[in-house]
């Protein structure tokens, strides 16, 4: 990855060691400093505290969908970005946005959200960060982050002040954000509370506990629902609510907007769309489940509000004669992978993240 770093600046030696990481996969893990994630945290916390619960983005960007503590994948996309140059020859400074979703399930959730805050704190603008319903201390609590950071900090005492640092980060994130006016993004979905984007705009933060809020909760944990109208409990969740076609419709054509983006749900291809493209969900996090090679994916919005997809294949050691890194653009994508409203809710293989208070049992092949 290439960056211009101010020559004093304080976390130049944490950021050579995330990048250096993924080249070097034989070399010893990162060792932390609990104090200087602590600072980390509470510098980006700063930054962050002063945007705007809804977030205002102009094109061109990338969006980043759930990446899930999958750090040589982050490592991928951001270094593909990096290394791109432009018709003069300069480093391309693509902006991102990323819907949430940085932490739990993987093995390197630290590392990953250690990295996004340093990135942070050089290029405030270039790095959009939103908030995920795993950013909140009730789930990571319990899917990973909080075990990782008591292993790779290994005191206990010390352990719980990076998690509870992070976690003060978290309560500050955005919740939503409008790429140049047009495409509503957040990490889960629409909600019945959302008449207005000034509904958004008025979301008062710190917000510990999301779930307490309607309208936040949605944005971190509503699923679309084929074959359906409206809004219903979302029983497979245990939390929020499934939300129909006619529901999206309705909502882009209140606010004035063309596309939702949201991330919040594994797709085999990396994204899947929804009510004849008006909406789509983006999923960076290849190989997901250990037994379903799924691709991540990436989507770019250029100048024009026009869009294409890369596609994150799993690394060659995953799959037997793939490729480290694959690029596919407006791949066909017939496998939508969103609940329908005829689905039996037994057969429904979504963890109850919302109500669980015990961690899931998946097993990832790492």
Known sequence: MEHTVPFDFKYKKLLTDLVKRPRLPSSPKIQFDYKELVQLASDVRDIVSQEPSLLEVKAPCVIVGDIHGQYLDLHRIMAMFDTERNASH???LTKFLFLGDYIDRGPDSLDCITLLCVLKMIRPKRYN????NHETQAINRVYGFFDEINRKIGNAEEAFEVWRAFNDLFAVLPLAAVVSKRILCMHGGISPKLQSLDDIRAIKRPLDEPNQVELAC???WADPMTDFAGFKHNHVRGVSVYFGEDAILQVLEKLQLQLVVRAHQMM???????????????FSAPRYYPDKPNRGAVMEVDKRLRTRFRIINPTYDEIQGGKFFEVLYDRDNNDSGYVSST????SASTVKEGVAKVPSKRSRER
């Open 129 to 132: 960060m939103l908030r995920g």
């Open 90 to 92: 300069e480093p391309n």
């Open 268 to 282: 085999m291809n990396g994204y899947g769309f929804f009510c004849k493209r008006k909406l789509v969900t983006v």
């Open 218 to 220: 949605d944005l971190l």
């Open 343 to 346: 689905a039996s809710s037994a």
